[in-house]
Nanobody, 117 residues
């Protein structure tokens, strides 16, 4: 059974940084794609960034230039370095993992990020 566990969320002041981590267990294969989505209160869930096993990345416009997604040396781990955080980045951040045809087959339970002074 595949499980994704996120960590690293918390409260940070505007302009600050956070690093989210996600570790997936239960798969003997390396996921084709891992990524991060977020959902703010009252809003739809939205893409933040994705990364393939070949290290190709894709960012939402809101994340490009401030956030960096990377895959760890350990199999099926992914990170999201978030810099220059803004109040509008406040959301629950979800880790995803999957395959070429089903890139978001698996989801974590989410980690809260709150940007506030």
């Amino acid at each position: 059974q595949v499980q994704l566990v996120e960590s690293g969320g918390g409260l940070v002041q505007p302009g600050g940084s956070l690093r989210l981590s996600c570790a997936a267990s239960g798969s003997i294969f390396t996921f084709d794609t891992m990524g991060w989505y977020r959902q703010a209160p009252g809003k739809q869930r939205e893409l933040v960034a994705t990364i393939t096993s070949g290290a190709s990345t894709n960012y939402a416009d809101s994340a490009r230039g401030r956030f960096t997604i990377s895959r760890g040396n350990a199999k099926n781990t992914v990170y999201l370095q978030m810099n220059s955080l803004k109040p509008e980045d406040t959301a629950v951040y979800y880790c995803t993992a999957g395959w070429s045809l089903y890139p978001n087959q698996y989801w974590g339970l989410g980690t809260q990020v709150t940007v506030s002074s």
